[in-house]
């Protein structure tokens, strides 16, 4: 197998891992602490310097990427997360995830219109402020792209953690259960799917059976506390929790309830998942159990040297909560669980932690994820012997990444 890049490689299992200890910091006579600094003589910026707040310049390098080979241009473009540098699970908008087909449009909420036609007893066209006043609710929910990890399936591609596993974000979303909306139309007893479409020159439509639509889906007008951003669908998307977030439709503009799926482009040629049998899959809309380690990875070196050092990273499910999470040291031979940070949310990440006292030898860092459904994720190769090579959705493959003694990181596989 040709490598794409050079941290395609395979490695044979075999390290160890070591007991917990803590650090001590001892530095008597450090300037920094012991002499008064510039920062402490005169004023610092006046609050009134930004309106709205921007991360610090000493962060400037927590933003979202690109892939140059993956996104021919910007018009239909893919952003990655900085999953590596962020802690917690809640993702800023400013750097989430997001995916668009014809470029982030510009609607304003007077503006705005979203019609509820089809199979219903009242055909119904909504303002803004006409979903503002039907009862919301808060709910915080992960959105994964289905191509999150896409580019691993046939080994070791990108080497980072944000580019590997960063189409997903994790965010607060305040909006209206659509199920109050379909309500206020009247679904027709001849109802059983409903289709959902942006106001972009794409539209982007997807089908959703009703069962989903009346369940835990969201109209969503806020994320995180603020307006939704240009680029994650202002002034309201669709939330579909836990399901691919190719039917998490931005802008919102129409919902056409129907008596079966309407078959479009994103759910027939794209969005099926090609089997090595020649065979597609189809509606495979849930999200299986995933994970990664965030820190150490190939963004996130040892940069401290040997000692205490911590490891953590994300876990998800579509179908539930994490229930628990493994990690391995030695590419999956020996397995030690994480510590879940938290109450492990339904449907939305979860921080777990692993504290290490690393000797300087290599170590293969794995971690294995399991939901509450009792689902374990998957090795690739086992992964593999089910779904072939053809694919470019669904991969929650067990992720691998090999520390060297210098405490870089890679991209690697084990044999």
């Not at 992960?142 to 046939?154: P, Y």
């Not at 059983?192 to 109209?219: M, Q, T, Y």
């Not at 079966?260 to 899959?281: C, F, Q, W």
């Not at 031979?333 to 339904?346: E, H, I, K, M, S």
Request: net charge negative; proline share 5%.
């Amino acid at each position: 197998m040709t490598s794409k890049t050079s941290s395609r490689r395979q490695f044979l299992v075999g390290a160890a891992s070591a007991g917990v200890a803590f650090p001590t910091a001892s530095r008597a006579g450090d300037p920094l602490i012991t002499e008064v600094q510039d920062w402490a003589i005169g004023h610092g910026d006046g609050v009134d310097a930004s309106p709205y707040g921007l991360p610090i310049s000493h962060e400037s390098h927590v933003v979202r990427r690109n892939v140059e080979w993956l996104t021919a241009d910007t018009i239909s473009s893919i952003n990655f997360t900085p999953i590596h540098a962020l802690e917690g699970t809640i993702t800023p908008q400013g750097v989430g995830f997001e995916r668009h087909h014809s470029g982030a449009i510009d609607l304003s909420k007077p503006d705005y219109r979203l019609m509820i036609n089809g199979l219903v007893d009242q055909p119904l066209v909504f303002t803004y402020e006409d979903i503002e006043r039907f009862p919301r609710e808060n709910h915080v929910y992960f959105c994964e792209c289905a191509a999150n990890s896409g580019m691993e399936w046939n080994g070791a591609q990108l080497n980072g953690a944000q580019f590997t596993h960063g189409m997903i974000h994790n965010m607060e979303y305040t909006g209206v259960p659509l199920r109050l909306l379909l309500e206020e139309a009247g679904v027709q007893t001849a109802g059983k799917w409903v289709f959902v479409e942006g106001a972009d020159a794409s539209s982007n439509g997807r089908s959703i059976p009703l069962d989903k639509a009346l369940g835990d889906c969201l109209v969503a007008f806020k994320a995180n506390g603020e307006a939704l951003r240009k680029e994650h669908g202002y002034p309201v998307r669709l939330v579909v929790p836990g399901w691919e977030g190719n039917l998490w439709i931005k802008w919102l503009r129409r919902i056409e309830v129907t008596k079966g799926p309407v078959e479009t482009k994103e759910e027939t040629s794209k969005y099926t998942d090609l089997l090595g049998s020649g065979i597609a899959r189809k509606w495979t809309w849930e999200m299986d159990a995933k994970s990664v380690i965030t820190a150490p990875s190939p963004q996130m070196p040892i940069r401290h040297g040997t000692g205490p050092l911590v490891i953590t990273g994300l876990a998800w499910s579509g179908r539930g909560a994490i229930e628990g999470v493994d990690i391995s040291l030695d590419g999956g031979v020996n397995w030690t669980p994480a510590r879940l940070d938290g109450q492990a949310r339904a449907k939305a990440l979860t921080r777990f932690y692993l504290d290490h006292v690393w000797d300087g030898g290599q170590m293969l860092l794995q971690s294995r994820a399991r939901d509450s459904t009792g689902y374990v994720q998957p090795k690739k190769d086992d992964l593999r012997r089910v779904r072939g090579l053809n694919s470019t959705y669904h991969n929650n493959a067990i992720q691998t990444w090999w520390v060297n003694a210098e405490g870089m990181v890679e991209n690697v596989e084990v044999a």
